[in-house]
């Protein structure tokens, strides 16, 4: 597997659900990769929720693989996570991507549902121990400090074995629980020098813990917009409120620019990507996915893939 680009989705800016299956449509036809779903745990801009969305889009899809982007583990149910990942997977025959994270502590969701985010990192190990031994194992006992099962399966559990579970952040307790319990790190919105660098620890962390991590399992999230310098030179500030927000995040400009963007992640040991689409609309979103299919992802495909040091 060399480089591969997914297509992410944030807010739902589609006029309505045939719209979206148009856009699944061109994604499913073309050289996209993978469909993934930002969490979002309170919003009032219209995100769907993560799980819900991936299995519409596994019933619409027949190739596409299906991930979150990503689920904040603190606000989930550990034994309704495992079951409905399990579920996705078997009824996708195996399309599955899940990711999660911790959450950073500043998040609003966490005084607005009641819930403190002290603690948050050693319930998600102990979250994180449950789902993946329910995603593999017969019987499973364990008796932490908020999670305490006893005896407990499910069933079916996912077609692949194991379920790929990549892990979001770059602190070393992320490093560390990356290695403990996943296959993969996804970096969330994080500059290309500060993700290689936490790839880097991984690699390391996972020498030390003689857990090894497939060297093409690391990922990384990029924001993007597909455009030439007149229409670049056309956009109003009017229009462009939600664009000019995110200025200093997206990679913006003709599709050699977002090639070359990616090349340096490559170059770093990353080589998947959740391209997510700044857009204004339905008809822009489709526009950008079928730049990002015909004159970036051909392109990114031919990238050179060997692991840093080889």
Known sequence: MGVRVGVGVGRFVFDDVSGFREWLDVCEGGAVDSIWQSDRVLSSEPFHEPLALLAV?????????IGMNAVVIGFRDPFTFARQCASIDHLSEGRLLPVVGVGSGGLDAWKATGRSSAGRGQRANEALEVITRLWSEE????AGESIRVEEATI??????QPLPLWIGGSSRAAIVRTVRYGTGWLAGLQDVDGAIATAAAIRAE??????????????????YRIESAEEAARKSAAEDGPLRAASKLVVSGPAEALVEHLAAYAR????????IPVARDQRDLLEQT??????VIPEAMRLPTAPPGE
Do not use: E, M, N
Not at 155 to 160: T, Y
Not at 290 to 295: E, F, K, V
């Open 290 to 295: 079928r730049r990002l299919d015909t004159l």
């Open 139 to 142: 019987k499973v006992s364990f």
């Open 268 to 275: 770093g040991g990353i080589t998947k990507f959740v391209a």
């Open 155 to 160: 069933s079916p559990r996912p077609v692949q």
């Open 206 to 223: 996972a020498d030390a813990q003689g857990r090894p991590i497939p060297h093409d399992h690391y990922g990384a999230t990029v924001l």
């Open 57 to 65: 889009v596994a019933g619409a899809t027949r190739r596409l693989k």
